[in-house]
């Protein structure tokens, strides 16, 4: 729903240097790794996710509603992968973010478009999947749902499709000796965007904080702030003479009584060119941006080599921030990506990786083992 800037915390300093952790013999699927190659410009993706289940001390039994998804050699191709996390909410919000996780990838999966037109498949299958979670009998989506951030990896290129208020985030190395900065490869879709908030606004929706629909702040004034430093009251979308449904976001799958008012399932995508200058890139739940911003997560992850040292640190980070501000806690949910071996040569045709040329046709005919892992469990980490 937000981000609230904070200093990089002084209990994880180590002098600078880069920490790596060993993977526990017994990790479970919560700490997921893998390396994965990108045969047609010779790199690796070494990736890790972690999911923790929130902490709810008046519901204590709640489910973790956020789960994610890594599944590599789409269509048997050994240079195209995608990456998702997805935060559902509501009372079905478990059920939701299983469902879309599992039929938005299979039917990109399946769209003989996605490697010519990764925009247009990306925006087919979310239709799809949201029609689909729609006449669902078993899931009951009318005031439930999920957002959801995908990178599809095809060659050097990442496809970066947002809905909702999860994000994803790319570190970017200077040319000159400084800081890493963090880049973001999707904008919130919360109503403190203009265009977003105009857009539902169009539709039918009130906009207002908790405070304003109780009558303790003026409805008519804007009071809520920007994202950065609004707390904890952010604007949200209200039916005309009710109050509900309240979302804080003004996208996601699923929501069916939100649809009314402008809430739809929509991606917003953007296009990236990976290059050697780009160590990792981040997915992760709003659990974690909640409190922490971009370029914050993006120091801690880069202080460790092991992508799962780096979510375990962000995932404890998130929690502790949490309980500095309110009572409870989001589940929190990260994926992890580090580009290693990326080299930006020119070759035949054009420059592999760079903005003149074409990188290398896709190889379909080669097909190694397909490694999927869908991931939803609660961590044990503290």
Known sequence: MGCVCCKFPSSLSDGGKKMKRKRRKNATADEFSEVIPIPSHDFKLECAALTRRGYYPDTPNKDNQDCFCIKTSIQGNPNVHIF??????????KQCSNFVKNRLIEILSSDETLLEDPVKAYNSAFSTTNNELHDNPDIDDSMSGT?????LVINDKLYVANVGDSRAVISVKPDHQGRIVSQDLSDDQTPYRNDECERVKECGARVLSVDQVEGLKDPSVQSWGDEESSGSDPPRLWMQNAMYPGTAF?????????EKIGVMAVPEVSVTQLTHNHPFFVLASDGVFEFLSSQTVVDMVDRYMDPRGACSAVVAE??????????RTDDITIIVVHVNGLINVRISGGEAGGSGGQPPPLRPDVSPQQSEMYGSVASDFS
């Open 318 to 327: 998130s929690y502790k921030s949490w309980l500095e501000h309110e009572n």
């Open 250 to 258: 003004t996208r996601s799958v699923g929501d069916s009584l939100a």
């Open 147 to 151: 957002t959801a951030i995908t990178v």
């Open 84 to 93: 998702g996390v997805f935060d559902g909410h509501g009372h079905s919000g």
